[in-house]
C-alpha cells in the first residue's frame, strides 16, 4: 500500500511539471503568431510598399483608361458617331471615371477601421493565425490567378470586337497590350490584398492584434494649425473643387458610373457573342438583352453607393484637418448626401457585382482552356470572390453619413429653380420696361404730332 502510494505521489510529481511546461510553449507560439501579424503590418505601413501599390493601382487605371475608351469608341461607332466626336466624349467619360477611382485609391489604401469581436479566443492563436493565414494566402494566389486570367479575357474580347470593325492591331502591339494590363492587374490585387487582409485580420478575425505593439511605436501627429498651413497640391485642389460643386458632382459621378456599367455590360454583350459563335452557350435574344441591361444598371447603381461612401470618408480625413471653408463646402454637398446608402444596400450591390463577375470570368475560362483547367478557373474565380469580400468590407459595411433625402434633394434643386425664378422675373421685368418704355415714346410722337399740327394752323 505504501508502494503504490509512493508510485502514485512520485507519478504526480512528474506529471505536474509536463504540464506546466506545455503552457509556456503555447505562449510562445502565440506570441510569435502576433509577431507576425505585427511585421506584416509594418511591411504594409513602409513607404516603398505603399509607393508600389499606389504606383501599381495609377498604372493599371491608366491601361484599364485606355481599354474604356476603345470600348466606348466602339459603341459609338456603331451608333454611326463620327471618329472625332466620339474619341472626344470617350475622353470625358474617361477623365470622370479616373477622378472618381483617384479618390477611391486614397479611401482603398488607408481605409477607416472598426474593430469587432475577434473570431477566435486569444489562447488560441498560436494555431489559428498560421491557418487562416495560409487560407488567406492560397485566396491570394487563387485570386492572382484570376485577375491575370479576367484581363486576358477582357483583352480578347476587345481585339475581337476591334476585328468586327475590320481593326487589326499589329501582333507586338497585343503582345505588349496584354502584357502591361495582367502585369500591372497582378501587382495592383497583390498589394492591396496584402494591405488589406491584414487590416481584415486585425480587425476582424484577430481583433486587437495590432494594438499589443502599439506601445513599442511612436507616432507623431501634426498639430491643426500646422496641418492647415501646408499648401495643398494641385491634385488635391482638384478633388476639393470636384466635391465642393454639388452639379459638378453629379455629372462626374454619373458619368464615370455610367463608363463601369457601359464596360460590363458590354463585356457580357461580347461573351454571349462569342460563346454563340462556338456553339459553347446559345441564349435567347431577349435574355441575352435582359441580362446585360440588369448587369449595367446594377453596376450603375453600386459604384454610385460606393463613391458616395469614398466621399464623404475622404472629406474626413484627407480635408477636414487642412481647410475648413472646403470641408464645410462638401459636408454640404446635396450629391454627395443623395448618394449615401447604408451598409446593407452597399454590401448587396457590391457582392452582387463581385459575383457577376465571378460567372463571366468563369464563362470566359472556357473560351480559353478545357478540360482540368476549367475546374481550376473555376477555383480561381472562388478565390478571388473571396479576396473582393474581404477587401471591399471596408467600404462596404462602413459607418455612412445619415442623411435626409428629401433635404438634400430640396437644397439641390431650390437654388436651381430660384435661378430659373429670378431670371424669368428680370425677364419679365425688362419686357415690362420695355413696353411701358413704347407707351412713352408712342405718347410722346403723338403729343409732338398735335404740337406741330396746331403750330401749322
Not at 470600348?71 to 471615371?97: D, K
Not at 492647415?228 to 488635391?236: F, G, H, M, V
Not at 445619415?402 to 434643386?413: I, M, Y
Request: aromatic letters at 12%; charged letters at 15%.
Amino acid at each position: 500500500m505504501v508502494g503504490a502510494t509512493k508510485k502514485l505521489s512520485s507519478g504526480l510529481l512528474h506529471t505536474q511539471p509536463v504540464q506546466s511546461a506545455k503552457q509556456p510553449v503555447k505562449s510562445k507560439s502565440r506570441s510569435a503568431a502576433v509577431q507576425f501579424l505585427h511585421y506584416w503590418g509594418l511591411m504594409c505601413s513602409n513607404i516603398i510598399f505603399s509607393m508600389v501599390n499606389q504606383i501599381s493601382f495609377l498604372s493599371y487605371y491608366a491601361i484599364l483608361a485606355i481599354y474604356a475608351i476603345t470600348n466606348l469608341v466602339l459603341l459609338m461607332l456603331g451608333l454611326h458617331v463620327g471618329l472625332p466626336t466620339a474619341a472626344t466624349i470617350a475622353f470625358l467619360f474617361t477623365t470622370c471615371a479616373i477622378i472618381n477611382e483617384l479618390i477611391d485609391m486614397l479611401v482603398t489604401v488607408n481605409p477607416k477601421v472598426n474593430y469587432y469581436k475577434a473570431w477566435f479566443a486569444e489562447a488560441s492563436w498560436y494555431w489559428a493565425v498560421p491557418t487562416v493565414s495560409a487560407t488567406a494566402a492560397l485566396t491570394i494566389a487563387l485570386s492572382l490567378c484570376e485577375i491575370y486570367t479576367r484581363t486576358i479575357n477582357m483583352v480578347f474580347l476587345q481585339l475581337n470586337s476591334l476585328q468586327q470593325y475590320a481593326v487589326n492591331v499589329p501582333v507586338f502591339l497585343q503582345s505588349i497590350y496584354y502584357s502591361f494590363f495582367a502585369t500591372t492587374a497582378v501587382v495592383y490585387i497583390l498589394t492591396n490584398a496584402l494591405n488589406l487582409t491584414h487590416k481584415y485580420f486585425v480587425t476582424n478575425i484577430f481583433s486587437g492584434a495590432d494594438k499589443l505593439h502599439a506601445k513599442d511605436q511612436v507616432v507623431q501627429h501634426k498639430s491643426k494649425d500646422a496641418l492647415k498651413a501646408e499648401k495643398p497640391s494641385l491634385l488635391a485642389r482638384v478633388l476639393r473643387w470636384y466635391l465642393s460643386h454639388p452639379w459638378v458632382t453629379f455629372t462626374g459621378s454619373l458619368i464615370g458610373a455610367s463608363l463601369y456599367a457601359i464596360g460590363d455590360s458590354m463585356q457580357m454583350g461580347a461573351l454571349f457573342y462569342v460563346l454563340a459563335q462556338r456553339n459553347l452557350l446559345v441564349l435567347p435574344a431577349l435574355l441575352s438583352t435582359s441580362l446585360t441591361g440588369f448587369f449595367f444598371v446594377s453596376t450603375l447603381i453600386e459604384r454610385c453607393c460606393i463613391w458616395g461612401y469614398n466621399f464623404q470618408h475622404y472629406n474626413e480625413v484627407n480635408v477636414k484637418d487642412y481647410d475648413d471653408k472646403a470641408y464645410n463646402r462638401i459636408h454640404d454637398n446635396a450629391v454627395i448626401d443623395l448618394m449615401q446608402q447604408g451598409p446593407n444596400v452597399r454590401s448587396t450591390f457590391t457582392y452582387g457585382r463581385i459575383m457577376m463577375v465571378c460567372v463571366l470570368n468563369i464563362a470566359g475560362g472556357f473560351l480559353h482552356f478545357s478540360g482540368v483547367a476549367r475546374l481550376i478557373g473555376i477555383l480561381t474565380s472562388v478565390g478571388y470572390y473571396i479576396q473582393q469580400r474581404l477587401q471591399l468590407s471596408f467600404q462596404a459595411y462602413g459607418a455612412h453619413k445619415v442623411t435626409n433625402k428629401s433635404d438634400a434633394l430640396k437644397r439641390l434643386f431650390s437654388p436651381l429653380a430660384s435661378n430659373i425664378f429670378t431670371k424669368s422675373k428680370a425677364s419679365a421685368t425688362s419686357k415690362n420696361a420695355s413696353k411701358k418704355a413704347k407707351v412713352v415714346d408712342n405718347d410722346r410722337s403723338e403729343t409732338h404730332a398735335q404740337h406741330s399740327a396746331a403750330c401749322c394752323c
